[in-house]
C-alpha cells in the first residue's frame, strides 16, 4: 500500500511571494490534514478535511493561508503571501476515517524556506 | 485545554540497552487516544504504537511498549534493545477532537 505522497520536498521563495503544496493520501482514507512543524517544536495542526469538507480550520492563518480538496482526494495548501515566519516544514497526514481515537500516517514532508 | 508535555530535551542511551521517555499530558475528557511517533533526520513522522484511554492494558509493539499510567496522566515510551537506527526524534501526541503534539525528544544512541 503506498504511503502519503507530497511534493514538492524543498522549496525556497522569497517573502511576498507565493507558494503550493501537494498531498495525496492513502487510497481509501477520508481524512486528511495538514500540519505545520517549526524547527525545534512539534507539528501544529492548521486544518483537517473529512472527505472534500472542512472539519476544522480554528489554527488556519486565513489571511495568507487557504487550502482545498476539492475531489476528496489529494489536497493543495497554499500561502500566499509568504513571510519569513512561515519557514518551516509542512506535513500532511491521513487516516481511515478521523473523528475517533484513529491513527495518522504522515507524508515526507514539505521543507520551506522563506528568505 | 488538551496538553502534552516532553520534559526530556534530550536523550542518551548506549545500544542494546532500555530507555524510556516522557510524556505527561493534560485533558479533562475521558475518551482519548495516545500516540507515539519517531521522526528521523528526514522529517518523516513514523507511527510507533497506540494507546486509547480505556485500553485496560499497556500497548505493546515489537520493541516499543507504553507505560500507560492513567491517573498519573503519563504515558512513557519505552524502547527495548536500543539500536543505532533509533536515533531520532520522538513525539507524544494525544487525539480528542484534534491531535496535539508534545515538543520532542531527541534520542540519541551510543555504540
Known amino acids: 500500500e503506498a504511503g502519503v505522497a507530497q511534493s514538492p520536498r524543498y522549496k525556497i521563495i522569497e517573502k511576498r511571494q507565493s507558494v503550493a503544496f501537494w498531498c495525496n493520501p492513502i487510497?481509501?482514507?477520508?481524512?486528511l490534514y495538514w500540519y505545520q512543524q517549526i524547527l525545534g517544536q512539534g507539528p501544529k495542526l492548521l486544518i483537517q478535511?473529512?472527505?472534500?469538507?472542512?472539519?476544522?480550520d480554528s489554527q488556519l492563518p486565513k489571511d495568507r493561508f487557504s487550502a482545498e480538496r476539492l475531489k476528496g482526494v489529494d489536497s493543495t495548501l497554499k500561502i500566499q503571501p509568504a513571510k519569513l515566519e512561515d519557514s518551516a516544514v509542512y506535513l500532511c497526514?491521513?487516516?481511515?476515517?478521523?473523528?475517533?481515537?484513529?491513527?495518522?500516517?504522515f507524508g515526507p514532508g514539505t521543507r520551506l524556506l522563506v528568505l | 485545554a488538551q496538553k502534552i508535555t516532553q520534559t526530556q530535551p534530550g536523550m542518551f542511551v548506549q545500544e542494546k540497552e532500555a530507555v524510556t521517555l516522557d510524556c505527561t499530558y493534560d485533558?479533562?475528557?475521558?475518551?482519548?487516544?495516545l500516540f507515539w511517533y519517531k521522526q528521523p533526520s528526514s522529517g518523516e513522522m513514523i507511527f510507533l504504537i497506540y494507546?486509547?484511554?480505556?485500553?485496560?492494558q499497556n500497548a505493546t509493539e515489537g520493541r516499543y511498549s507504553l507505560n500507560f499510567q492513567k491517573a498519573r496522566k503519563s504515558a512513557n515510551l519505552v524502547i527495548s534493545a536500543s539500536q543505532l537506527g533509533d536515533s531520532a526524534m520522538y513525539f507524544c501526541?494525544?487525539?480528542?477532537?484534534?491531535?496535539?503534539f508534545g515538543a520532542g525528544t531527541r534520542l540519541t544512541v551510543k555504540p
Open positions: 497526514a491521513s487516516s481511515r476515517w478521523g473523528p475517533s481515537q484513529e491513527t495518522q500516517y
Open positions: 487510497s481509501g482514507h477520508a481524512t
Open positions: 478535511f473529512q472527505n472534500n469538507g472542512v472539519v476544522d
Open positions: 485533558t479533562s475528557d475521558p475518551s482519548y487516544g
Open positions: 494507546q486509547g484511554s480505556y485500553d485496560q
Open positions: 501526541a494525544m487525539k480528542y477532537g484534534d491531535m496535539r
